[in-house]
Nanobody
Framework: QVQVVESGGGLVQAGGPLRLSCTASSLDFDDYPMGWFRQIPDKEREAVSCTTWTGSTRYYADSVKGRFTISTNSSKNTVYLQMNSLKSEDTAMYYC??????????????????WGPGTRVTVSS
């Protein structure tokens, strides 16, 4: 099974940037779109962004459009989430998943998705 590890979370002031990384193993680049989700305790998981490895298909939640950018480095099996102009409402645990359903209009996890343990992002106001 694919192993996924996120990194880059931390404490940042509102308005500041942060870059999350997600490194996956044993990937078939053509068949495993990658996605970022986030979750706050007692709230439903929220789809944030996803991409194919070629970047031909990308999705951003309305809440992050214009502030977050997803990118890939296939040579490192890594997907990045550059988060700019962070707001307190971006505070959450961020999770990366492989083999997601990624389209310009939506992002959904699949039963076959592999998940990382998450990385925590805290935005102070």
């Amino acid at each position: 099974q694919v192993q996924v590890v996120e990194s880059g979370g931390g404490l940042v002031q509102a308005g500041g940037p942060l870059r999350l990384s997600c490194t996956a193993s044993s990937l078939d680049f053509d068949d495993y779109p990658m996605g970022w989700f986030r979750q706050i305790p007692d709230k439903e998981r929220e789809a944030v962004s996803c991409t194919t490895w070629t970047g031909s298909t990308r999705y951003y939640a309305d809440s992050v459009k214009g502030r977050f950018t997803i990118s890939t480095n296939s040579s490192k099996n890594t997907v990045y989430l550059q988060m700019n102009s962070l707001k307190s409402e971006d505070t959450a645990m961020y999770y990366c998943a492989t083999d997601v359903s990624c389209a310009p209009s939506h992002l959904d996890a699949m039963s076959t998705s592999s998940w990382g343990p998450g990385t925590r992002v805290t935005v102070s106001s």
